[in-house]
């Protein structure tokens, strides 16, 4: 069974620019959660998304965005982006909600470097 | 094929108990690895982590064990208390590819009263 896909792996953008990434779930999860991953820092939960709706949000401005496809694969949209938000982007995929103790496969994440 | 094994996807402990989780990997080139604790509808929090070149790492009731001829790692918990029940993850880093993790699926430790 294929794992948990995030494309790009490597992403450089600017100050202000947009970004897109991607997360392909294994096959038969419906949710995805995304999380950013900081140096010296755990990871922070960024939103999760069940049958298409957003179910949990984390502590991010709104520049942060998602949406989940039919297919339960998911996009991570980043607007006007900041040097802040180079990170290490982790997409993971579980049965059912998160909040449910499914257990969670995550992917290796995009790394996005903002100059 | 999963680089980072959890094989016990639930454990339960009684209250004041000693709490172990396990994690098995098996790309010899992980040279860091972290623990996380993710309770319901958070995102996972960092608890500790230890060096390849140590074997052992101690953070008041939290002591992270690793083996690395083994490639086994282990988190004690000292003793267990009920706010401990969460899911734990267990995380390696192969750094010489620039902090790329790879996470194992989570063991949901119960710590009962």
């Known amino acids: 069974k294929a794992g948990v896909t995030q494309t790009p792996r490597y992403l450089i953008k600017t100050r202000g620019q947009q970004v897109t990434l991607s997360c392909s779930p294994i096959?038969?999860?419906?949710?995805v959660s995304w999380y950013q991953q900081t140096p010296g820092q755990g990871l922070q939960f960024l939103f999760e998304?069940?049958?298409?709706?957003?179910?949990n949000k984390g502590n991010f401005p709104g520049r942060f965005s998602g949406r989940q496809f039919s297919n339960s694969r998911s996009e991570m949209n980043v607007s006007t982006l900041e040097l802040g938000d180079s990170a290490l982007y982790l997409c993971?995929?579980?049965?059912?909600?998160?909040?449910?103790?499914?257990?969670?496969?995550f992917g290796p994440g995009t790394r996005l470097t903002v100059l | 094929d999963q680089q980072v094994k959890q094989n016990s996807p639930s454990l339960r402990v009684q209250e004041g108990r000693i709490s172990i989780l396990n994690c098995d990997y098996t790309?010899?080139?992980?040279?860091?690895f972290l623990w996380y604790k993710k309770y319901p509808a958070e995102g996972p929090t960092f608890l500790i982590s230890?060096?390849?070149?140590?074997d052992k790492n101690e953070d008041g009731r939290f002591t992270v064990f690793l083996n690395k001829s083994a490639k086994h790692l282990s988190l004690h918990i000292v003793p267990s208390q009920p706010g401990d029940s969460a899911v734990y993850f267990c995380?390696?880093?192969?750094?010489?590819?620039?902090?790329?993790?790879?996470f194992g699926p989570g063991t949901r430790l119960s710590v009962l009263p």
């Open positions: 998304y069940f049958s298409e709706t957003q179910r």
């Open positions: 096959s038969g999860h419906r949710s």
């Open positions: 230890i060096s390849s070149i140590k």
């Open positions: 790309n010899s080139m992980f040279d860091y």
């Open positions: 995380a390696a880093i192969d750094d010489n590819y620039g902090q790329n993790f790879v």
């Open positions: 993971a995929s579980s049965l059912g909600l998160s909040s449910s103790y499914n257990e969670q496969f």
